[in-house]
């Protein structure tokens, strides 16, 4: 029998050292999972798949459910708050994110329609566990606000006579309508950037005095921000126009629980920008078909602004009004539903955004032209919300406070640094 032949030490220790060191990292990995920073920055991905060092994904799907289930419950102050909420837990404390792409996904979900921060829970929960996050974390995000409004339009509706809800209206509306004018301040300098913002934003402000449909004005100053902006475009124009023209030309004044879906569908299909920007939408789809009154929107902006979770339940709360419990449960997957698939698709429509002068024109101009009809809705607002000089007061009032906090806030911070 001829004699094995002896293997060099060199050769046997490059042979060994890869599988030692799979069996460290593995090991590392484990350990690493089970803390509270457990399978940091790399967690999720869009396969949902687990990699050596990272929790299950029962267990993400866990992690994501709780935290976004938490801050639909806490997550009061609107899309700016929610999502410095969610920059804390989600880079900072549990690290499944850097925070330059943390900076880039609030920017995709920007361009896209629908709740912007609740867009970022569907994002995020998708960069944990896939498209199973993605699930979870807008579910999981939206389910709170929409049993707390349910609660509220059930009171709202069967327990609070006309006369209470009435003293209620009076101290609470002139308090919106400091914050949306709060919004329009903060909007105004990412809205009008330079003299062909101005010109858009004249436009859509002269639209709606006209009593040009909101849905139609939009396209127009899409299409106009696409001509100012961009040069040879017609085609790609047309087809961008052709579902807002659709849209805004459909009107009836039936209202079965199909009809309230769709309408909710399209304002959620179409709306840019912050969840104010709803009330221009409302404003025309519902109170304009003579759906609900001006008040009860007044009061449906109310319990949006007011209650945790994405300012959009305010369509929980319209939907309630209409039909109950199925009102508000059509009207909330109407408005929520393309935004799934809107966060589903953010990547993609940021790299078209990018590479297309025409898409990215229209979207500049769609996005100015809604800020624009929030001036008009504001007018309105404060019509109804000053009916003597204590609303006044509450409304100055309202305003020095939300405009002085945060800057308290950052001088704060900056003393404390």
């Known amino acids: 029998m001829r004699p094995v032949p002896a293997i060099p030490q060199r050769k046997l220790i490059a042979l060994a050292l890869p599988n030692m060191v799979d069996r460290t990292e593995s090991g590392a990995g484990g350990g690493a999972s089970g803390s509270p920073g457990g399978g940091r920055a790399s967690g999720g991905g869009v396969s949902g798949g687990q990699s050596i060092g990272q929790p299950s994904l029962r267990t993400r799907l866990v992690e994501v459910v709780r935290l976004f289930g938490w801050l639909g419950v806490i997550g009061v102050g609107g899309p700016a708050a929610h999502i410095a909420m969610m920059r804390t837990r989600v880079v900072q404390q549990r690290g499944w994110v850097s925070d330059d792409e943390f900076a880039r996904m609030v920017g995709a979900c920007a361009l896209v329609p629908g709740p912007n921060s609740t867009e970022m829970a569907m994002a995020l929960g998708a960069k944990r566990a896939g498209w199973r996050g993605l699930l979870a974390g807008g579910a999981s995000f939206i389910l709170p606000a929409f049993l707390i ?201 940021v790299r078209w955004s990018q590479r297309s002068h025409v898409f990215g024109a229209f979207l500049r101009g769609v996005s100015t032209g809604s800020i624009a009809l929030m001036v008009v809705v504001l007018v309105r607002l404060a019509d109804e919300a000053f009916v003597g000089w204590w609303s006044a007061a509450t409304f100055v009032l309202s305003l020095a406070v939300i405009v002085a906090v945060p800057r308290w806030r950052e001088a704060r911070r900056a003393r404390v640094g």
């Open 149 to 349: 409004v349910c609660a509220i339009g059930w009171v709202y509706e069967d327990v609070l006579t006309s006369a209470t809800i009435a003293d209620i209206r009076r101290w609470v509306v002139p308090i919106v309508a400091a914050i949306v004018l709060d919004a329009l301040r903060r909007l105004r300098s990412t809205a009008v950037r330079d003299a062909r913002d101005g010109v858009i934003a004249a436009l859509a402000l002269i639209g709606a005095i006209v009593s040009v449909p909101e849905l139609l004005v939009l396209a127009i100053v899409g299409a106009g921000s696409v001509a100012l902006r961009a040069r040879a475009a017609t085609r790609t124009m047309t087809s961008l126009l052709a579902p807002l023209v659709i849209a805004a030309s459909t009107t009836t004044p039936i209202v079965p629980m199909w009809q309230i879906f769709l309408v909710f569908l399209q304002i959620g299909s179409v709306i840019f920008g912050s969840g104010y920007v709803l009330l221009v939408f409302l404003d025309a789809e519902v109170v304009g078909r003579g759906w609900i009154s001006p008040d009860v929107l007044l009061d449906a902006i109310s319990v949006g602004q007011f209650t945790p979770g994405p300012v959009f339940t305010t369509a929980t709360f319209v939907g309630w009004h209409l039909a109950g419990l199925g009102g508000a449960a059509v009207a909330t997957f109407g408005i929520f539903g393309p935004s799934f698939v809107f966060a589903a698709l953010v990547g993609r429509v």
